[in-house]
């Protein structure tokens, strides 16, 4: 038991990630846990609600109460309003004046800068994708992503003005093989929102997950202090 707990600790202090807290149990215990109750460690609380942002501001301030609970080895609140997300909005107008459709700007923004498999490399019995993608120097602020390409469609329309209406990037190549950078097409921005989406009976959750210390006290009585 003793290097039971030796070797756990060992692989706690090694495990330790910004923003992630470590909890330990059984496979089984977890599993049965997790099936039952939706929560992954001994403990956990469900905030419910209609707002997500002021979910997550309940489960911050849980998450701060909890940690001065006599036996608590860590305790986690879901960040459920946390994520960061690149928003393109496309400038319809400015779609049709190159003849293009949403669907088109669509498809190289995914290619261009998401990626796309497009083959598997067969080695033996593994299999691996090939993705295609802009390099990362292309794609790794606002400003680069305005310059990424998209083709017109041969015949596709010229904006008011002919090619004297046009950047110099979109009159490379002529008419016939014109590129209009995706900034003429669509506003770039930073947004934040919700990372994830979870919802119960209804209505919009969030957890605060906590893990205690089972060889200082039992669930019961931490619950209880934990109530009050």
């Not at 001994?42 to 301030?61: N, R, T």
């Not at 001065?68 to 609140?77: D, N, Q, T």
């Not at 919009?204 to 210390?213: A, K, T």
Request: hydrophobic letters at 40%.
């Amino acid at each position: 038991m003793d290097e039971l707990i030796y070797g756990r600790g060992g692989l706690d202090e090694a495990m330790q990630f910004p923003g992630v807290s470590n909890s330990w149990t059984m496979p089984i215990k977890a599993r049965v846990d997790m099936l039952s109750t939706g929560i992954r460690t001994p403990i956990g609380i469900k905030i419910m609600g209609a707002d997500l942002q002021k979910v997550q501001e309940l489960g911050e301030h849980i998450e701060m109460v909890l940690k001065e609970v006599p036996g608590s080895k860590s305790v986690f609140a879901e960040r459920t309003a946390g994520g960061y997300f690149i928003d393109f909005t496309l400038k319809r107008s400015e779609l049709a004046r190159y003849g293009l459709t949403v669907d088109q700007v669509n498809n190289v923004v995914m290619s261009a800068i998401g990626g796309e498999n497009v083959t598997t490399t067969i080695e033996g019995r593994e299999r691996y994708p090939v993705n295609v993608r802009y390099f990362r120097d292309f794609r790794d602020d606002v400003e680069k992503l305005k310059r990424v390409l998209v083709s017109v469609p041969t015949g596709g329309g010229l904006p008011a003005g002919g090619m004297s209406g046009m950047s110099g990037a979109a009159r490379q190549g002529g008419a016939s093989a014109m590129q209009i950078p995706l900034g003429q097409l669509a506003d770039i921005s930073l947004v934040s929102g919700p990372a994830m989406i979870r919802d119960e009976n209804g209505r919009l959750s969030g957890y605060v997950f906590v893990d205690l210390d089972t060889s200082k006290r039992d669930i019961g009585s931490y619950v209880a202090d934990a109530k009050r």
